[in-house]
């Protein structure tokens, strides 16, 4: 921290070296308020938690936002030329140009988001799937990357094999902003994620990187789709902390981010011969904890997942609110929240690649999940924020 007050202030103070003094040397101004005001947002700015003024606002917001930029499955199931094996080869060739690229875990997300919304909209042809993917990837980094990081248009065409051609990209950039109406803005799962985590600062990096692991899968999965990104991010940490033995955290528990952990454990647990290859290598290194071989292992043995009333103490029980009524598809709710992840997460090489077997899909349908945004909550329990299904 030092070290990079030191170089801002040096940036400060060179902008402004235009004044020469009598004897025809340049001075320095005194720029000791500038630097006072520099280091205070510098520390804010390293824990956005601390902006509790505005936490509240930003979690409604954040929910009010994932849910108006959900994909529509029933319109994704109606595309005449593409199905749900296809997916899974675009999503393993997008995590691979992804890591190659080191962009950051946000943008991945959001460029299957951006698929999602635009596949939605638009029919798409089988040919030009891949094209969709990586304009989406393109965007995605532009809205969240730094500049030096987005791929150029020679790496695009490289990473096709020479199938499109730079204008093709350009097109289809142009076709996907103006058919989503340029609304790119999307809480992502990972920055749920990196919210609860942070919020509650008692996970260790082997589980974020678990339940970072297991979230992926989620952009395999058909049903995924219109299931809110918090609800994604909880169930997964949720997952997570099982497979690690960490404690529960009831606050942090509600029926959507329970079936979100009990639908991971369903396909983990019956098809993890078919886990992709490109997840089991990007999340096998030791900076991400092995977490890949980790899971693997504990699917192995025989464990699962398994919902269980917990036993609450008599001073939790005094402050409780009336138990949860019981779970049923067409009620969902949501809540969570957290930032995780650092930068050097990001900084993993390019994983191998291979056709990874497709993925079948869970005989569940969330069709009628249409959840609407409840008063705002309070900051005191921003963990087990809940997204009610009733109507206006």
């Known amino acids: 921290m030092p070290t990079t007050t030191r170089s801002l202030r040096y940036k400060i103070s060179s902008k402004s070296l235009k004044h020469k003094s009598s004897n025809g040397r340049i001075s320095k ?24 003024e505005y936490f509240e606002d930003i979690c409604y917001y954040m929910h009010l936002m994932e849910l ?7 319109l994704i199931d109606s595309q005449p030329e593409l199905d749900w094996r296809m997916r899974s080869y675009l999503i393993d060739f997008l995590i691979e140009v992804h890591a190659h690229a080191r962009l950051r875990p946000e943008t991945l997300y959001l460029a299957v988001n951006i ?66 109406g340029w609304v790119l803005g999307h809480p992502t799962a990972e920055s749920w994620l990196r919210i609860f985590t942070l919020a509650m600062g008692t996970d260790d990096m082997q589980t974020q990187h678990i339940a970072r692991c297991v979230m992926e899968l989620s952009l395999y999965r058909r049903e995924f789709i219109d299931i809110p990104s918090s609800s994604i991010a909880a169930g997964s940490l949720l997952l997570a902390r099982t497979i690690v033995g960490r404690a529960r955290k009831i606050v942090d528990e509600d029926q959507q981010s329970i079936q979100v952990a009990e639908l991971l454990d369903s396909f983990l647990g019956e098809h993890l011969d078919q886990l992709s290859e490109i997840i089991s290598a990007k999340y096998a290194p030791h ?64 994983t191998p690649y291979s056709q990874a077997a497709p993925i079948p899909s869970l005989n ?29």
């Open 29 to 52: 101004p005194k720029t000791t308020q500038p630097r006072k005001k520099l280091t205070i947002s510098l520390t804010t700015q390293n824990n956005p938690l601390k902006e509790s």
């Open 68 to 74: 108006q930029t959900l994909g529509d499955l029933s």
């Open 115 to 180: 698929i999602d919304r635009y596949v939605s909209r638009r029919v798409v042809l089988k040919k030009h799937y891949q094209l969709v993917g990586c304009a989406a990837l393109w965007i995605a980094a532009k809205f969240e990357d730094a500049k030096h990081a987005i791929p150029c248009l020679s790496d695009l065409v490289v990473s096709c094999c020479g199938i499109y051609d730079e204008s093709a990209f350009v097109q289809m950039e142009s076709h996907i902003l103006t058919t989503l």
């Open 287 to 350: 900076y991400y904890s092995r977490a890949s071989i980790i899971v693997r292992e504990w699917y192995l043995a025989g464990k699962r997942f398994y919902f269980y009333a917990p036993v609450l103490s008599p001073s939790y029980v005094h402050n409780t609110p009336p138990p949860t009524p019981p779970f049923s598809q067409s009620s969902m709710e949501t809540g969570m929240y957290s930032p995780g992840s650092s930068s050097s997460e990001d900084d993993a090489p390019l």
């Open 364 to 392: 569940v349908d969330y069709k009628e999940n249409k959840q609407i945004i409840k008063p705002r909550p309070s900051i005191q329990s921003f963990t087990s924020l809940q997204i009610s299904n009733k109507g206006v």
